[in-house]
T-cell receptor
Framework: EAQVTQNPRYLITVTGKKLTVTCSQN?????MSWYRQDPGLGLRQIYY???????DKGDVPEGYKVSRKEKRNFPLILESPSPNQTSLYFC????????????FGQGTRLTVV | GIQVEQSPPDLILQEGANSTLRCNFS?????LQWFHQNPWGQLINLFY???GTKQNGRLSATTVATERYSLLYISSSQTTDSGVYFC????????????FGKGTKLSVIP
């Protein structure tokens, strides 16, 4: 089954404790991205990757890192999480960045206390 | 950047009723998609529809790109249709993200 898998689904952590949210897709998609969803602000892009070893910032990249060492995986790293990073996070993938359908992971609900 | 407006913001339907959700966008697009976010937070892709009309069961969508709008039709609504419906667009060259509207929150009551 074609899917984008994120882990964990839920995470409560403390300020400053490094964490990684994993994302994996099985559709051989070139393009992957991370979004965060906040009440009143909607979905905003954090980072995107057009292919292996090619990543770039989206609208809200501060406090986040990403890497794309393999085509299928695109982890999101929070080196020193802060309470303002409490949010619902989504990983997405598509064949290309424009002319194709986007598939989203199940979401990761992160709380930083 | 491109603006995406959805209407209505909220909609309450009796089970079995039909509804039309609208998405207006401020500039030409080469990609328009409709998503359903269910009560558990998952985002499900309903349609990839940059132009024309598509149908999938009780759902159908129409995009009139030249007039910069898209419509999502839900017929014979069911309680499982509840959630938030988002329209998202990609405006073309130089853009590397989908721009989402604020969504229409649909509640279907038995």
């Amino acid at each position: 089954e074609a899917q984008v898998t994120q882990n964990p689904r839920y995470l409560i952590t403390v300020t400053g404790k490094k964490l990684t949210v994993t994302c994996s897709q099985n559709m051989n998609h070139e393009y992957m991205s991370w979004y965060r969803q906040d009440p009143g602000l909607g979905l905003r892009q954090i980072y995107y990757s057009m292919n292996v070893e090619v990543t770039d910032k989206g609208d809200v990249p501060e406090g986040y890192k990403v890497s794309r060492k393999e085509k299928r995986n695109f982890p999101l790293i929070l080196e020193s999480p802060s309470p303002n990073q409490t949010s619902l996070y989504f990983c997405a993938s598509s064949l290309g960045q424009g002319l194709s359908r986007a598939f989203f992971g199940q979401g990761t609900r992160l709380t930083v206390v | 950047g491109i603006q995406v407006e959805q209407s209505p913001p909220d909609l309450i339907l009796q089970e079995g009723a039909n509804s039309t959700l609208r998405c207006n966008f401020s500039d030409s697009v080469n990609n328009l998609q409709w998503f359903h976010q269910n009560p558990w937070g998952q985002l499900i892709n309903l349609f990839y529809i940059p132009s024309g009309t598509k149908q999938n069961g009780r759902l159908s969508a129409t995009t009139v790109a030249t007039e910069r709008y898209s419509l999502l039709y839900i017929s014979s609504s069911q309680t499982t249709d509840s959630g938030v419906y988002f329209c998202a667009v990609h405006s073309g060259a130089g853009s590397y993200q989908l721009t989402f509207g604020k969504g229409t929150k649909l509640s279907v009551i038995p």
